[in-house]
T-cell receptor
Framework: AQKVTQAQTEISVVEKEDVTLDCVYE???????LFWYKQPPSGELVFLIR??????QNEISGRYSWNFQKSTSSFNFTITASQVVDSAVYFC????????????FGAGTRLFVKA | DAGITQSPRHKVTETGTPVTLRCHQT?????MYWYRQDPGHGLRLIHY???????DKGEVSDGYSVSRSKTEDFLLTLESATSSQTSVYFC???????????FGSGTRLTVV
C-alpha cells in the first residue's frame, strides 16, 4: 500500500530562517509522481512542484528547493530565508502513474513564520 | 486557471438528510476527484472519475456516492448525512499539463 508520512505536525520559525519540511513515502510502484502542495490560511490548495520517480535531480525555484532521494524514499522541501507569507500548511503527496492517477496525501505540516 | 468551481461553499444540514455537492469544470479534463480534509488526516480520497459514467471508490467511500453524467460535472452525494461527515470537501481535476491536481475552493459541510 502507498503511504506518505510528514512527521512534523507544526514548525515555527522566525522570518529569514531556513526551514526544511520532511516527507517520507512508501510505494511498491516503480513509476510514480511526488508533489508538494501549499494551503495558505485562506484555504485554497496550490500546486508547488512535481517530481517523477525516474528523475532524482533536485530542483530550485527562487527561495524554494526540493531534495528527492529514492534511496531513502524522501522528498524534502526547504524554504530559504522564510517570509511571513510562507505561513501555510504544506502537503506532500504521492501519485500513481497509471490507472486513475490517484494521489495520497500526507497529514500536512503547518508552518508558522513569525516576523 | 482550470476553471473548477464547487457549490455550495458552505452548508449546514441535519443528520439523516441527503446532501449533494457539485463540482464543475470548464476545460474538459478527464479525471476528477473528491477528497475530504480533516485535521490530522490530510486529504483523503472519497471517489474519483475517469470519464463520463466511469467512477471508482477511494479509501473513504462508505456513505458516499458519486455521479458523472457530463464531462464537466462531478456530483458527490451523502445519502444520509452523519456527524462524522462534517468536513471540508475538495474537488480536483488532474491537469495533464503538469500531472498534478487543480483544486476547487472547497465546501465546508457541517452535519448537526
Amino acid at each position: 500500500a502507498q503511504k506518505v508520512t510528514q512527521a512534523q505536525t507544526e514548525i515555527s520559525v522566525v522570518e529569514k530562517e531556513d526551514v526544511t519540511l520532511d516527507c517520507v513515502y512508501e510505494t511498491r510502484d516503480t513509476t510514480y509522481y511526488l508533489f508538494w502542495y501549499k494551503q495558505p490560511p485562506s484555504g485554497e490548495l496550490v500546486f508547488l512542484i512535481r517530481r517523477n520517480s525516474f528523475d532524482e535531480q533536485n530542483e530550485i525555484s527562487g527561495r524554494y528547493s526540493w531534495n528527492f532521494q529514492k534511496s531513502t524514499s524522501s522528498f524534502n522541501f526547504t524554504i530559504t530565508a522564510s517570509q511571513v507569507v510562507d505561513s501555510a500548511v504544506y502537503f506532500c503527496a504521492l501519485s500513481e502513474a497509471k490507472g486513475g492517477f490517484k494521489t495520497i496525501f500526507g497529514a500536512g505540516t503547518r508552518l508558522f513564520v513569525k516576523a | 486557471d482550470a476553471g473548477i468551481t464547487q457549490s455550495p461553499r458552505h452548508k449546514v444540514t441535519e443528520t439523516g438528510t441527503p446532501v449533494t455537492l457539485r463540482c464543475h469544470q470548464t476545460e474538459n479534463h478527464r479525471y476528477m476527484y473528491w477528497y475530504r480534509q480533516d485535521p490530522g488526516h490530510g486529504l483523503r480520497l472519497i471517489h474519483y472519475s475517469y470519464g463520463v459514467k466511469d467512477t471508482d471508490k477511494g479509501e473513504v467511500s462508505d456513505g458516499y456516492s458519486v455521479s458523472r453524467s457530463k464531462t464537466e460535472d462531478f456530483l458527490l452525494t451523502l445519502e444520509s448525512a452523519t456527524s462524522s461527515q462534517t468536513s471540508v470537501y475538495f474537488c480536483a481535476i488532474r491537469d495533464e499539463a503538469y500531472y498534478g491536481y487543480t483544486f476547487g475552493s472547497g465546501t465546508r459541510l457541517t452535519v448537526v
